[in-house]
């Protein structure tokens, strides 16, 4: 089992923890990430774990296939309080409100040029306050919540969606044997 502090962000200031990591297609793994800080290490390992997992299940809906086949992504996570989750949903989606996750895709919108060089496939940022209460509400670890909110904004970042009910099973059932498969209680 895995099992992470429940206050992986310490300290009034410290409001942001980010784990930039790449991900290789050939190599089938998270290859890199930046150095961890001993208090972070557990959370840092299962936020690549999910990202591996995820691109490694999750067809891109994004890119053709012959351009993910050999490429390398980059992938930022951002975990943050409520109060810069509220500022970010409220500027972004106009909702005077924290939420858990949000996803923020380089690859959407105008075509972008892929010359099989590192893509930054896009931004995860994660409010681990409503992260802790969540898993307080739903009975499960904080471990297994942030598992969860990471394969979901990994699903967004390749293009999945729930803005209808047959995309939201597709992704939700993808998500959910993303999550089962990791095996975290």
Known sequence: ????????LPGKRAT???ISLQWSRTAGRVYSG?????AR??????????????LKQAPFKLLPPEEVENATFAVE??????AEMLELNSGYRGKNKPTDVL??????????????????????IISIDTAVRQARE?????????????????????????????????????????VQQLEIE
Request: aromatic share 6%; hydrophobic share 40%; with cysteine.
């Open 1 to 8: 089992m895995i099992a992470i502090d429940p206050d992986p």
């Open 103 to 124: 996803s923020f895709s380089q690859l959407e919108g105008d075509a972008m040029p892929f010359g099989g060089e590192e893509l930054l496939l896009g931004d995860i």
């Open 138 to 178: 739903l009975h499960h670890s904080l471990a297994h919540e942030i598992a969860f909110l990471t394969a979901h904004g990994t699903l967004h970042l390749c293009g999945y969606d729930h803005d209808t009910s047959a995309r939201r099973r597709v992704m939700f059932k993808l998500q959910d044997e993303i």
């Open 34 to 38: 930046l150095p961890e800080a001993p």
């Open 16 to 18: 942001r923890a980010q």
């Open 41 to 54: 290490t557990t959370l840092n390992a299962l936020v690549k774990r999910v990202i591996n997992q995820t």
């Open 77 to 82: 996570v951002s975990l943050v309080d409520d």
